[in-house]
């Protein structure tokens, strides 16, 4: 049987990666460096032996990536939870899952081809080279996973400057992603980060002439940051999404849904409704069925004034914040600081409020769930643009008249808008479609995946290769 040259290349390549001589240093195994100048030149090294490869290799590393992050979700959703002190074991395991199982890889990329008298002309999808990208710390090790799939998928090389309080999570799962591309007998370095991300060590990585993309996951100041740099980058920001209920939806169904997604890993994820606009004539019933489905009604306005003051606190320079000892944590024990003998079962805090409130205002990601009443869809909608505060990022509503749905849709253009289910289902969880952790929203790609970390190579032949 002859053996093609891409064959013999991986043959000679697993043989020489097999062979303790060639076996990479311990940093190198884990791309984890000191400083950010060597984790980038580890990376543009990489990228040099990723690029020559064929597709079908890139896909043996992202099956092993697949198949680490599996073998590890208990590891990397309690060390999630210990290290972050945010969120929930059992929701990061779904999280993980979800990244490992249906994040896309190399069949994301597609070709658009021309042919006619004058030839044939391809427009390929091809890698940036070395992607910088900044993660945050509400899904640290699903986005170093999810980012890596992608990024290698697409025949690039990244570089992770991840949130300060993730530092442990991220980088052991940086080190999976090199593990995996080792065991396939590629390099080390497909992903690598640095010791101890900072400002300066992100601002390293703005300037690298090796970095021609970045791409940031967190809020409005890491996405301005990168955005001012110079470079290309992708902004995947900060959201409020509002969930709408009109008078037609099925309410039980709207109250198990929203429920089920403003609680998953205790609203961490920037897609979670973070507060309801519910039309006054299915209000009580929405909030009585949201109750049976394990929300906590807090009525006593004093502990909604407590609660408010306990979650966004004022920032070093005196401006309004979510409290980071709060975000993340579990219903219970926001209730018990507030003298409510409550009991873990509980899932979120839910309470009426009027738009201005602040905690109806603010981007939480705490399951504490504000409710406010409408007069009527029309205004329910309006109110839910409002409150998206302009993000462009997602928006959800409860309704089985199609006008209604049509209009908001339209009126709150978002990247993501969910109708009649939880905001997970726009992640390809009880949804069609894939899933990621980072939906650009602010430059609008939308939900992130292999093609999104390509540049477009126009490829010309002229005067062959069209038979028709
Ligand atoms: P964060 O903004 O505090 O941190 C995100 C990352 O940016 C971290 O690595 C942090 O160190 C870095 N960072 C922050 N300010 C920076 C600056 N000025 N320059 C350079 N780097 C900077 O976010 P977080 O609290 O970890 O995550 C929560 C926020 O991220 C929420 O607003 C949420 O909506 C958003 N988010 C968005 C998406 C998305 O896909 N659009 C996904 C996850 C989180």
């Not at 940093?27 to 690029?51: H, L, N, P, W």
């Not at 290290?83 to 994301?108: N, Q, S």
């Not at 090796?210 to 409005?220: K, Y």
């Not at 406010?372 to 089985?400: F, T, Y």
């Amino acid at each position: 049987m002859a053996v093609s040259e891409k064959e013999l290349e991986e043959i000679v390549r697993s043989v020489l990666a097999s062979m303790d001589a060639f076996r990479p240093s311990e940093q190198e195994e884990t791309g984890i460096y000191d400083t950010m100048e060597e984790a980038i030149a580890a990376s543009v090294r990489a990228q040099k032996e990723i690029r020559r490869m064929p597709l079908e290799f890139r896909e043996k590393i992202i099956s092993n990536i697949r198949k680490l992050t599996l073998e590890n979700l208990q590891p990397l959703a309690e060390m999630g939870v210990a290290e972050t002190g945010m969120g929930r074991v059992g929701d990061k395991i779904i999280k993980h899952r979800l990244v490992a199982e249906k994040t896309p890889g190399t069949e994301d990329l597609s070709t658009i081809a021309w042919s006619g008298d004058r030839g044939l002309t391809l427009v390929e999808q091809g890698p940036f080279g070395v992607i910088g990208a900044i993660t945050p710390s509400t899904n640290p090790s699903e986005t170093v996973l999810c980012n890596s799939i992608g990024m290698v998928a697409a025949g690039n090389t990244v570089v992770f400057n991840p949130h300060p309080s993730a530092i442990g999570v991220s980088s052991f799962a940086v080190s999976l992603v090199n593990k995996a591309s080792i065991m396939a007998g590629g390099p080390a370095n497909i992903a690598a980060t640095v010791k101890v991300p900072t400002l300066e060590t992100a601002s390293v990585m703005y300037k690298s002439p090796d970095i021609p993309l970045l791409v940031a996951t967190g809020g409005p100041g890491v996405v301005t940051a990168v955005l001012s740099s110079g470079k290309r980058a992708i902004g995947a920001g900060a959201g409020n999404p509002p969930v709408v209920v009109d008078e037609t939806a099925d309410i039980p169904h709207a109250a198990e849904a929203i429920i089920n997604g403003c609680t998953l890993d205790n609203n961490l994820p920037c897609i979670a409704e973070k507060e309801v606009v519910a039309v006054a004539s299915i209000a009580d019933e929405l909030i009585d069925e949201m109750q049976k489905n394990g929300a906590y009604l807090l009525r006593d306005q004093d502990k909604i004034a407590k609660l408010a003051e306990m979650a966004v606190v004022p920032n070093k320079s005196g401006k309004m914040t979510v409290s980071r000892d709060w975000v993340g944590r579990d219903a219970y024990k926001f209730l018990r600081a507030l003298g409510i003998d409550a009991d873990p079962s509980i899932r979120c805090i839910i309470f009426e409020a009027p738009e201005d409130h602040i905690l109806v205002q603010t981007e939480l990601m705490m399951p504490i769930l504000g409710i406010v009443r409408a007069k009527n869809a029309q205004e329910a909608m309006e109110m839910g643009v409002r409150l998206e505060h302009g993000n462009r990022h997602s928006a959800h509503m409860h309704s089985k008249n199609i006008d209604n749905l049509t209009k908001f849709g339209q009126m709150i253009d978002t990247a993501i808008f969910v109708k009649n289910g939880p905001s997970y289902a726009a992640l390809g969880m009880g949804g069609e479609g894939f899933p990621t952790f980072t939906i650009a929203s602010r430059t609008g790609e939308g939900l992130t995946s292999a093609r999104t970390f390509t540049k477009s190579r126009r490829c010309v032949m002229t005067d062959a290769f069209c038979i028709r």
